[in-house]
């Protein structure tokens, strides 16, 4: 297989970023299974829950609705207010369970990827106007996996039911010699282990059906190498112009670095490959600071700028080694260099003040260049 078909192939997972941007455009994981179950379960369960307040108020709902005022009929116009009145009562009296179905169409939704509103998703598509992509649809693997549920849901249903009845057939046989009380308690009872059979069902079409949902969510959200390689480009920025910014952050930081050179005391080389020009003022400094440090050009240009502006220049290549190597930038030489650096720079002093009379010597000075003793 080429190359260019393994770019156009959707090999790789979606990126954090492109899981953000599908959700902040309302495309997020749904199971309408998930939803229906939660919705009919929680049904039946506050029905049985709730069922004596309920049969109460619906009772009394029906007495209202079937015993009106005779003063009604003689004024026509009330019977619209009374109507309203009815169906309030209505409402609430069924209430609570409208009220826990509520709550469950809310918590189907946070189980698979959270509630998101987004004003993306009530735009018009109208690359769903496109037949091809109707085509798609109707003959598609999603309609092959929809048909597939639809199955699965007369199956399950159609099982939970018939398990149901079957195992209820003589209790539902008795009911013609019972009772009127008794038979309407005992087909109650009989109609609400039918409705949680089926709520079981439901459930476990759900359970399938879910995972399956989130499982496709993420495959169509996966990415080529081509897209996951823009996205990179477009998040963490070009390689080129991240390279050029970086050429020129580095050219900033030597110009100024080069700038500084002129106000260093001393300048400690090795004395071709290293340059670090050390500056230090008594009261305002605790110990010697680095202004510009480098090497092969950069320390060369450093001494060319220090040798223009009179700073002096000595050769020390262990200590020269060892301060590039452990001094940053603007920062105060290592502790155990202070003694070093001490008596270069009461060299430099002694050079400053120099006028008449034998030259003063640089002195000699044993440094462990590694800090532990031992030789690269």
Not at 50 to 67: D, I
Not at 103 to 121: E, Q, W
Not at 166 to 185: I, N, T, Y
Not at 333 to 356: E, F, K, M, N
Request: glycine share 8%; net charge positive; charged share 20%.
């Amino acid at each position: 297989m080429s190359e260019n078909e393994q770019a156009g192939e959707k090999t790789e997972l979606p990126t954090e970023k492109r899981l953000r941007d599908a959700q902040e455009q309302g495309n997020i994981p749904r199971s309408k299974e998930l939803a229906t179950a939660a919705v009919f379960t929680a049904a039946v369960v506050a029905l049985a829950t709730l069922s004596g307040p309920v049969a109460n108020s619906s009772r009394e709902w029906m007495k209202a609705a079937l015993s009106p005022d005779p003063s009604l009929l003689d004024t026509p116009q009330a019977l619209f207010g009374h109507a309203g009145w009815l169906i309030l009562r209505l409402m609430l009296a069924v209430s609570p369970v409208i009220l826990v179905c509520l709550l469950a169409g809310f918590i189907a939704p946070v189980l698979m990827g959270g509630l998101r509103f987004s004003n993306k998703a009530l735009m018009p598509d109208f690359k769903r106007m496109n037949p091809m992509s109707g085509l798609k649809r109707l003959y598609g693997g999603e309609a092959v996996a929809e048909l597939i549920k639809s199955m699965l849901r007369v199956a399950f249903i159609g099982g939970a039911a018939s398990l149901s009845i079957w195992h209820s057939m003589d209790s539902l046989r008795g009911l013609l010699h019972q009772p009127l009380e008794s038979a309407v308690s005992n087909g109650l009872g009989f109609t609400l282990k039918l409705l949680l059979a089926t709520g079981g069902a439901l459930a476990l079409l759900a359970a399938i059906d879910a995972p399956y949902q989130k499982w496709n969510w993420l495959r169509k959200l996966k990415m080529t190498r081509e897209e996951l390689k823009r996205e990179m480009k477009e998040s963490e920025g070009s390689p080129e112009v991240k390279g050029r910014i970086r050429q020129m952050q580095m050219q900033m930081s030597q110009r100024r670095m080069m700038e500084a050179v002129p106000t260093a005391d001393v300048v400690v080389v090795n004395p071709t490959h290293y340059a670090v020009a050390l500056k230090y003022e008594s009261g305002r400094m605790n110990a010697p600071t680095v202004v510009a440090r480098g090497v092969d050009e950069v320390a060369l240009r450093i001494r060319q700028v220090a040798d223009g502006n009179k700073v002096a220049i000595v050769s020390a290549p262990p200590l020269a080694r060892a301060l590039y190597r452990e001094s940053q930038l603007g920062k105060e030489i290592p502790v155990r260099l202070y003694s070093a650096v001490a008596q270069i720079l009461s060299y430099v002093y002694q050079l400053r003040q120099w006028r008449t009379g034998p030259m003063p010597s640089q002195p000699a000075f044993e440094i462990d260049e590694f800090g532990t003793g031992a030789k690269p």
